[in-house]
């Protein structure tokens, strides 16, 4: 098996989950907050399970990083030319570009987005400079969790960090359907107990698409993961996290070629950027165009382009030339392992 078809179809997932997260921010979200001036004719009110299947792509990544990590700088290094350039610049358009057009509620002050920079403001209550940033600090939550375990206990580690995690999902969700008590909601957040399946699932892809097939273990733990799915949300969910899981297995086993379309790798491509840029920048330019009376359909459709022509100008232009900057110094310093250089 090619690693290049399985990473570019897994490209291509990403990218697809960014375009639903997308289109239910410019449909039924913003209809929501703003209001169309007419109803779209078409809306994704579900889009935002794009998110959940980005979490199960994390886990699969973050665990192939993992595994070709010799240090754990290497591992520093890889996350953060991966996330931090591209996020620097996402926050400083995000920020020019709603105080120039205008977006009421949704902008913050100067001291805001000095905090933002480091990607930690929800732990210290600092507004986002966009909202989609929440998810950021799930990701980085999950990294530091991810690495240390793995650290401490190599696949092992991180396998039984992640089954401790779901089995106190499961005690969380007990006490509050059977007794009414809400245990404490630190100890959700920090240990990433609501997403922590979904991570898990990744994971569990990753091993299981491996050329040995993964173990017995890593099969129980994706399994696991959708039962803990099933009784603390829902069984939907259990049956939304089921199709993702054959999806994205298939995708890193490179059996679905029909994703290796350009357009939809170019999409995969700029999934991240798209994903941090389109929706406080979209909103606003979308709340321009209908106020001039551009019809509902072509405003999101203009509104569309213009966030993937940002994504593509700061996927090309600074995304990809700090990060291969970042870890060429890295790499520069002395032998290092090969995820400093991993994509992902």
Excluded: C
């Amino acid at each position: 098996m090619s690693a290049t078809p399985r990473l570019a179809q897994l490209d291509a997932l990403r990218g697809i989950a960014a375009l639903a997260v997308v289109l239910f921010h410019y449909t039924t979200r913003y209809d929501q907050l703003f209001g169309h001036v007419q109803a779209p004719w078409l809306s994704f009110p579900r889009g935002y399970v794009g998110v959940n299947l980005f979490f199960m792509i994390s886990g699969f990544v973050i665990f192939m990083t993992l595994e070709r990590t010799a240090r754990p700088m290497d591992f520093v290094v890889s996350r953060f030319s991966r996330l931090y350039p591209a996020y620097w610049g996402a926050i400083l358009l995000t920020f020019a570009l709603t105080h120039a057009i205008g977006l009421p509620g949704k902008t913050v002050g100067w001291e805001a987005l000095l905090v933002n920079t480091t990607m930690l403001q929800g732990f210290f209550g600092v507004p986002h400079v966009d909202g989609v940033y929440w998810t950021l600090e799930i990701e980085l939550l999950f990294y530091g969790w991810a690495l240390l375990s793995f650290r401490l206990g190599g696949a092992a580690g991180l396998r039984n960090f992640l089954f401790g995690a779901l089995a106190l999902r499961l005690v969380y969700a007990a006490a509050h359907a059977w007794a009414g008590v809400e245990l404490p909601w630190l100890g959700q957040r920090w240990l990433l107990l609501p997403h922590i399946a979904w991570f898990a699932l990744g994971v569990a892809i990753y091993r299981l698409s491996r050329e040995d097939a993964g173990s017995v273990r890593d099969r129980a733990l994706a399994l696991s993961a959708i039962a803990v799915l099933g009784v603390a949300d829902g069984w939907h969910w259990a049956a939304l996290a089921a199709v993702f899981f054959v999806v994205l297995h298939g995708a890193a086993r490179g059996r679905w070629t029909w994703l290796e379309h350009r357009a939809l790798l170019w999409l995969g491509t700029i999934s991240y950027t798209l994903y941090l840029l389109h929706e406080n920048i979209g909103w606003a330019v979308l709340r321009r165009l209908e106020a001039a009376g551009v019809e509902v359909h072509v405003a999101i459709a203009l509104t569309m382009a213009l966030s993937a022509a940002l994504a593509h100008g700061l996927t090309r232009w600074v995304e990809q030339p700090a990060m291969r900057w970042i870890r060429d110094r890295y790499r520069a310093r002395g032998p290092r392992s090969e995820a400093a250089a991993a994509r992902g």
